[in-house]
Nanobody
Framework: QVQLVESGGGLVQPGGSLRLSCAAS????????MAWYRQAPGKQRELVAD???????NYEDSVKGRFTISRDNAKNTVSLQMNSLKPEDTAVYYC??????????????WGQGTQVTVSS
């Protein structure tokens, strides 16, 4: 009923920048929190950043000052601007959202993931 589609991943050199985007579509009434997670090979999935519907943000310590999460409530999108990228940022990045659907249930959804590789 609801789909999250990410875009914007790729290969970038250390110190470079990437912008990830995620668009939610389907039978959506509203979206509460939206977030970006990442999972590196052999590691658990971890929260990178999240943002509430009224714009309050939270960041994992290692990305503070380098990454910026933002959202457009009218378009049901969330973005992650990643600057000063490091090799340790290499991971699959996943979009996540708490969605109020048209049957008034609050459900959590994941995107399919997009690969970010930071390497020279």
């Amino acid at each position: 009923q609801v789909q999250l589609v990410e875009s914007g991943g790729g290969l970038v050199q250390p110190g470079g920048s990437l912008r990830l985007s995620c668009a939610a579509s389907g039978r959506i009434v509203s979206i509460n929190a939206m977030a970006w997670y990442r999972q590196a090979p052999g590691k658990q999935r971890e929260l990178v950043a999240d943002i509430t519907s009224d714009g309050r943000t939270n960041y994992e310590d290692s990305v503070k000052g380098r990454f910026t999460i933002s959202r457009d409530n009218a378009k049901n999108t969330v973005s992650l601007q990643m600057n000063s990228l490091k090799p340790e940022d290499t991971a699959v990045y996943y979009c996540n959202a708490d969605v109020r659907t048209m049957n008034f249930r609050l459900l959590n959804y994941w995107g399919q993931g997009t690969q970010v590789t930071v390497s020279s």
